[in-house]
């Protein structure tokens, strides 16, 4: 019933910027720790930042300075935003959390179904 729902991928150049968004929907009590993860074929899914429902951040050594994370809990959304994008950024991306379910209490990892992010040279 719990589900993550993202948007925003698409097609940029190298320099440019795109604003990934996931948004969590269902029979909710909670929300703690929201994060992206990134995926190129043939290799691992890689960790991209993370938030805590209080607001501190983590971030990859690999998009440090150029990608923002940040969240809306009156929205139960997080958001990426991604600015100077290189080519080595194009993957799959993938957004998770938490979630307590309303009526069960219990804390699952959820994950989102994937948005392309492409960005040619």
């Known amino acids: 019933q719990v589900q993550l729902v993202e948007s925003g991928g698409g097609l940029v150049q190298a320099g440019g910027s795109l604003r990934l968004s996931c948004g969590a929907s269902g029979s909710i009590f909670s929300i703690g720790l929201m994060g992206w993860y990134r995926q190129v074929p043939g290799k691992q899914r890689e960790f991209v930042a993370n938030?805590?429902?209080?607001?501190?951040?983590k971030y990859a050594d690999s998009v440090k300075g150029r990608f923002t994370i940040s969240r809306d809990n009156a929205k139960n959304t997080m958001y990426l935003q991604m600015n100077s994008l290189k080519f080595e950024d194009t993957a799959v991306y993938y957004c998770?959390?938490?979630?307590?379910?309303?009526?069960?209490?219990?804390?699952?990892?959820?994950w989102g179904q994937g948005t392309q992010v492409s960005v040619s040279s």
């Open positions: 998770n959390a938490v979630i307590s379910g309303d009526s069960s209490r219990t804390a699952r990892l959820y």
């Open positions: 938030t805590a429902s209080g607001g501190s951040t």
